[in-house]
């Protein structure tokens, strides 16, 4: 069965320091891999997504992810953590060819401190 | 161009009542999906509407249900509504084709009490 792990429940960080959250996934052949960030009381807003070609791929508020085959991952990064990004982040996964269903992880809530 | 927009916001009802959510899409979007979300079990596929029809279900009892106007918007229903729905229900729309990103609305807080 496909799943989604996001190991990592909690991550706190300092502003200005760099961030890495991890997505790990489970399936048969490469899905298609998101990235969404929800606030407090709020739906999911996307951040980023990969579904083939470079796998180093931009997202909005200087976000970035990089899908590695060989690790069955799509790790998501920002350089610099601003108090802004304090969240929790969700990674997910759609089988291609259309299921019309994603797969959530089980979110990582980051703390920034000031 | 307006976003997924979902409405009640918030709502409380009676174990064993129904409750019925409501969703426009973003314009142009023809599919719409439905996911529940509870801090026990994160986020969950409930069904998914594209041009009326749904396409795919999640594992959900039969008390759950839903269906999709001509003009994509969406209905979901509760029926005899238990203490473990209080959750909130997002709905998100895409354009439904393969290759397929979904955009999320704010959602709809059910309290069931």
């Known amino acids: 069965a496909q799943s989604v792990t996001q190991p990592d429940i909690h991550i706190t960080v300092s502003e200005g320091a760099s961030l890495e959250l991890r997505c790990n996934y489970s399936?048969?052949?490469?899905?298609?891999l998101f990235w969404y960030v929800q606030s407090p009381g709020q739906g999911l807003q996307l951040l980023l997504k990969y579904f083939s070609g470079d796998t180093l791929v931009q997202g909005i508020k200087g976000f970035e992810a990089e899908f590695k085959r060989s690790q069955s991952s799509f790790n998501l990064r920002k350089p610099s953590v601003h108090w802004s990004d304090a969240a929790e982040y969700f990674c997910a996964v759609e089988s291609p060819g259309g299921t019309y269903k994603y797969i959530f992880g089980t979110g990582t809530r980051l703390k920034v401190l000031a | 161009k307006a976003g997924v927009t979902q409405t009640p916001r918030y709502l409380i009802k009676t174990r064993g009542q129904q409750v019925t959510l409501s969703c426009s899409p973003i314009?142009?979007?023809?599919?719409v999906s439905w996911y529940q979300q509870t801090p026990g079990q994160g986020l969950q596929f409930l069904f998914e509407?594209?041009?009326?029809?749904?396409?795919n279900k999640g594992n959900f009892p039969g008390r759950f249900s839903g269906r999709q106007f001509s003009n994509s918007r969406s209905e979901m229903n509760v029926s005899t509504l238990e203490l473990g729905d209080s959750a909130l229900y997002l709905c998100a729309s895409s354009s439904g084709d393969s290759i397929n990103t979904i955009y999320f609305g704010e959602g709809s807080w059910l309290t069931v009490v």
């Open positions: 399936y048969g052949a490469t899905p298609y």
């Open positions: 509407y594209f041009s009326e029809t749904q396409r």
């Open positions: 314009s142009g979007h023809r599919s």
